[in-house]
């Protein structure tokens, strides 16, 4: 046993610096695990200046700009485009999310539940003028929909199958299932995807204090950089120019590939809704987009709240095959088109390894795990693969032979 775990280390960090580059991630990995409410505000920083640092390169390249000066106006622009954002598209998506979420708790509610509640309700709303629940309406109007389908399938069969299920009785069974699966739902929006994306306080405080990181990362990139290799890189400068190079251009094309994807994607995704005057089209439209970041879980996520949404408002009419026969085919075109066209080079991470990331990014950080792993994944398997290895043989890897 001793001996496989010393081959193994001979193998893995006999080049110069991996011990220091691997103690230096794990430690990196222990200070964001436990003091993440602490780094918070810095990495996402980097994140975002990582990502703008291809403009501030272009205006240096095209404008022969100053790095200080091509970083300013980089931030201008992303500034502006984020309080465009906020202005105009946050209100309509927040009042839906709101609405949203309302109706959630009320399809989760037993009707039994809504009648004892319905009393103080109205005592409390004497002197205000409430619209018809029309939420409670949709949803009685989908139970019996869905039994009368159920029905037309039980029917045929031979007895007593049809005497036993009744449309009274599928339409009691829908009513009980559509409570337990919307009340669960209510339970995961409330306690779990609530608490990671609602919170006014560390909102203020990202966006005074990102704005101000981001530049400062972006302006002063080269002292930086050199900060970090002085005092926490290892010696082995040969280490770093050759597995630093591999790292960032997979990286860089991933996320620069991923912004791009959610952007197309959303924008596709609300006019579609749009066009079929779907409810809550706007809001289910941005999470669309923003599913293609956690492939296969994302999309059936979102997309499971946009079938039932369609089936309950359209009811079950050709109108309904229509949109679903449109969001397919909106669907495929991403998946077999837009995705290989954007990744075909640095998204080749198997099923697996996509899903095993999700959960295990998922129970370290919730909701943000789950929306990072994949860019955490990639980075892992970047670094597993250009790792530097010392051939049992004693040649020096191909890695560090190139260099």
Not at 39 to 54: E, K, M, R, S
Not at 137 to 155: G, I
Not at 293 to 318: D, H, K
Not at 321 to 342: E, I, K, M, R
Request: proline share 5%; net charge positive.
């Amino acid at each position: 046993m001793i001996s496989i775990f010393r081959a193994w280390y001979r193998r893995n960090f006999s080049a110069p610096g991996t011990v220091e580059l691997a103690l230096l991630l794990a430690a990196c990995f222990i200070l964001v695990y436990w003091f993440m409410w602490l780094f918070g505000p810095i990495i996402v920083a980097l994140c975002l200046a990582y990502c703008l640092d291809w403009a501030v390169r272009f205006l240096e390249r095209r404008f022969h700009l100053k790095r200080k000066w091509a970083a300013a106006l980089t931030m201008l622009a992303f500034i502006g485009i984020a309080a465009g954002i906020v202005v105009f598209l946050a209100p309509r998506v927040v009042n839906q999310g709101t609405e949203f979420y309302n109706n959630i708790m009320l399809y989760g509610q037993d009707t039994a539940q809504q009648a004892e509640e319905a009393p103080a309700a109205q005592q409390g709303q004497q002197d205000a003028a409430v619209p018809e629940n029309s939420g409670q309406a949709y949803a009685d109007t989908f139970d019996a929909a869905v039994a009368q389908k159920l029905y037309t399938f039980v029917e045929p069969l031979p007895d007593p199958w049809p005497s036993m299920l009744t449309p009274q009785t599928l339409k009691n069974y829908v009513h009980s299932a559509r409570v337990f699966i919307m009340a669960n739902l209510a339970s995961i929006l409330k306690n779990q995807i609530m608490p990671s994306v609602v919170n006014a306080m560390s909102w203020a405080v990202y966006m005074i204090i990102v704005p101000i990181f981001m530049f400062l990362m972006l302006a002063n990139k080269q002292a930086l950089q050199r900060r970090v290799v002085k005092y926490l890189l290892p010696s082995n400068t040969v280490l770093i120019k050759v597995l630093w190079p591999k790292l960032n251009s997979q990286l860089e094309s991933y996320i620069n590939g991923s912004l791009m994807h959610i952007a197309i994607s959303a924008l596709a995704n609300c006019l579609l809704f749009w066009a079929f005057g779907l409810n809550y089209g706007t809001l289910l439209g941005v999470c669309m987009g923003f599913s293609v970041v956690i492939p296969y879980v994302g999309a059936v996520l979102v997309g499971v709240p946009v079938l039932l949404i369609a089936a309950v408002q359209f009811g079950f009419v050709p109108f309904l095959g229509w949109f679903l026969a449109a969001w397919l085919v909106l669907q495929l075109a991403d998946s077999y088109a837009l995705t290989p066209l954007l990744f075909s080079k640095t998204m080749d991470l198997d099923a697996f390894s996509i899903l095993l990331s999700i959960m295990v990014f998922g129970t370290l950080w919730g909701f943000w795990g789950v929306f990072f792993s994949i860019p955490l994944a990639r980075f892992i398997a970047t670094l597993i693969t250009q790792w530097p290895r010392q051939e049992p043989e004693g040649k020096k890897s191909p890695a560090v032979q190139k260099s």
